[in-house]
């Protein structure tokens, strides 16, 4: 690799007799585990750090580090005497291998999360402590706090986003960061507040690093989100992003091609109309879109301003 590309990676000392093992392969080295703060310098401790960064890795999960065990190869190396001295060049991060035929991502089990385990839950607060309680899913383990929901339960309207992001992880809460603000003004143009909305999102718990949650992940928390709605019982939902609405249509249509128009979603106990529309981060990153999310507030407020 050119000195020019090594200066843009991550660089630090690996076992050379991986490297040479593995250097024709995309994937990640095996790294011997250090035995002291003195294994590496600051500048190599910076960079592994900035490349956690930079896979997602945004909160410290435990009170001290973790440090895998070293390869079972690496091991036999330094057990039989040989190839076990690092290389001094340094070597730069990989990208992640790809999945092999018999791999798969790790992910809930879809029928850990069934339509029946939610039924009997008769009200909001038995729903909440159900979820809070459950352990099935990999991603509580890693957030902070579950994020149900906010706004009025009584209210006519719920709108329902994708996942929680960092903030709304910290708080408990969906939409409350720099995107929840945005969702704020974007009601209050047309007369809405917290006050007569319920929000709430198809996941409850935050992905790792602000990932996209995986379709496994969505199938498992939709039956969720089905006693949630049947619970409520809002006259209208509003979908805010691609994401939520794939999950209740049951489409595979991108947002642009739903959003616009009315939709029926049903909820195992009647249909309710729904309306899809752009997710305020994605206006963020893209703020030439917010003339079609302009025309979706609009068609809602018609909908809307005789309830």
């Known amino acids: 690799m050119p000195a020019s590309e090594l200066d843009e990676t991550i660089q630090f000392p ?42 997602g890795a945004d909160e410290a999960l435990l009170d001290e580090p973790f440090v895998s065990s070293p390869s079972s190869g690496a ?26 035929q018999n791999e798969t991502v790790l992910s809930p089990a879809p029928d850990m999360i069934t339509d029946q385990n939610w039924a009997g839950c008769q009200d909001l607060e038995a729903l909440r402590q159900a979820c809070s309680n459950f352990d099935g899913c990999g991603l509580k383990k890693t957030a902070s706090n579950m994020v149900f929901s906010d706004g009025n339960p009584d209210a006519d309207i719920m709108l329902i986003g994708e996942a929680p992001g960092a903030d709304e992880d910290r708080q408990g809460k969906p939409f409350v960061g720099v995107s929840g603000q ?27 690093g602000n990932r996209t949650p995986t379709t496994e992940e969505i199938a498992a928390f939709l039956p969720i989100m089905k006693r949630h709605i049947q619970l409520i019982a809002p006259k209208v939902i509003v979908t805010l992003g691609g994401s939520s609405t794939k999950a209740l249509l049951g489409t595979q249509d991108g947002i642009l ?14 249909t309710i109309p729904l309306l899809a529309t752009l997710h305020p981060a994605y206006l963020l990153r893209t703020p030439g879109q917010k003339a079609l999310a302009w025309q979706d507030l609009r068609m809602l407020y018609h909908h809307v301003k005789n309830f």
């Open 182 to 208: 945005l969702l704020d003004r974007m009601m209050a143009s047309i007369g809405l507040t917290r006050s007569n909305l319920y929000i709430s999102n198809i996941i409850l718990w935050r992905p790792p």
């Open 14 to 55: 690996i076992l050379k007799d991986e490297y040479l093992k593995n250097r024709h392969n995309k994937t990640f080295i095996s790294m011997m585990p250090p035995q002291s703060d003195e294994d590496y310098s600051p500048q190599e401790m910076l960079s592994m750090l900035r490349q956690q960064v930079e896979m």
């Open 75 to 100: 091991v036999n190396a330094v057990a039989d005497g040989q190839n076990n001295q690092l290389s001094e060049a340094p070597i730069a991060i990989l990208a992640p291998p790809t999945l092999g």
């Open 257 to 270: 091609k739903c959003r616009g128009k009315w939709h029926e979603f049903d909820h195992g106990n009647g």
